[in-house]
């Protein structure tokens, strides 16, 4: 294992893995936004995580779109007709997402202090989702305590939609480890967004979760 330097009390290992990816390249996140754009100038899908959720949820659903990037989920979910809300760490990304769909609240803020009802935004959302591997990003330490938070903001019949690939440093049974250990718990685990089962040898996990009724 390569050794970590240091970054006050953090390790570069340690540190939350976009913030990383923007200090060793500034133009990260505008390389990222142009990128979609592209995606969508060819006519790519980029909606299949949204419609999922759109299908497990009724009409006009308070969504929280965690981690939403350039708004890409949120913005398909909000022109379906739900209240969404997207935050995100990277400000560029903010800025994208309220620039090319106008309309939820697109907020900078760091999912591992997740207090919306701080910044005046009730709880108690339907559903709050996590694509786009957001979850292989954050700084390994908070993964929990971020899934902990999801927790709270939804309701307790809602549910928490969090999809992210093997290989990128997060074993799928650590992460049912963690959501077990933030009090949820699976409710369905499929290997796409276009719900394809999940197996032992799958590459990618869709993980629909739901809060723990209290003991």
Same mark, same amino acid.
């Given at each position: 294992?390569?050794?970590?330097?240091?970054?006050?009390?953090?390790? +570069?290992?340690?540190?939350?893995?976009?913030?990383?990816?923007?200090?060793?390249?500034?133009?990260?996140?505008?390389?990222?936004?142009?990128?979609?754009?592209?995606?969508?100038?060819?006519?790519? $899908?980029?909606?299949?995580?949204?419609?999922?959720? $759109?299908?497990?949820?009724?009409?006009?659903?308070? +969504?929280?779109?965690?981690?939403?990037?350039?708004?890409?989920?949120?913005?398909?979910?909000?022109?379906?007709?739900?209240?969404?809300?997207? #935050?995100?760490?990277?400000?560029?990304?903010?800025?994208?997402?309220?620039?090319?769909?106008?309309?939820?609240?697109?907020? #900078?803020?760091?999912?591992?202090?997740?207090?919306?009802?701080?910044?005046?935004?009730?709880?108690?959302?339907?559903?709050?989702?996590?694509?786009?591997?957001?979850?292989?990003?954050?700084?390994?330490?908070?993964?929990?305590?971020?899934?902990?938070?999801?927790?709270?903001?939804?309701?307790?019949?809602?549910? #928490?939609?969090?999809?992210?690939?093997?290989?990128?440093?997060?074993?799928?049974?650590?992460?049912?480890? $963690?959501?077990?250990?933030?009090?949820?718990?699976?409710?369905?685990?499929?290997?796409?967004? $276009?719900?394809?089962?999940?197996?032992?040898?799958?590459?990618?996990?869709?993980?629909?979760?739901?809060?723990?009724?209290?003991?």
């Amino acid at each position: 294992m390569a050794a970590s330097r240091a970054e006050g009390n953090v390790t +570069i290992d340690e540190a939350n893995g976009w913030l990383r990816r923007i200090a060793e390249n500034p133009g990260h996140s505008r390389w990222y936004i142009q990128r979609f754009r592209d995606l969508a100038a060819r006519g790519e $899908d980029l909606a299949g995580e949204a419609r999922l959720v $759109d299908a497990v949820v009724s009409r006009g659903s308070r +969504i929280l779109d965690a981690g939403c990037g350039t708004g890409r989920v949120g913005g398909f979910l909000a022109a379906a007709g739900h209240d969404v809300v997207g #935050v995100d760490l990277d400000p560029e990304l903010i800025a994208a997402a309220r620039e090319e769909h106008p309309g939820p609240r697109w907020l #900078v803020g760091d999912l591992a202090g997740l207090d919306l009802p701080a910044a005046g935004i009730p709880a108690g959302f339907d559903a709050v989702v996590c694509a786009g591997n957001v979850m292989t990003f954050v700084a390994p330490a908070t993964r929990r305590e971020i899934l902990r938070r999801f927790g709270a903001h939804v309701r307790p019949e809602g549910r #928490v939609a969090v999809g992210f690939g093997a290989g990128r440093g997060y074993e799928f049974d650590a992460f049912l480890a $963690d959501a077990a250990a933030a009090g949820l718990t699976p409710d369905l685990l499929l290997r796409s967004w $276009d719900l394809r089962p999940f197996t032992p040898g799958s590459d990618f996990l869709v993980a629909l979760l739901t809060p723990q009724p209290p003991r």
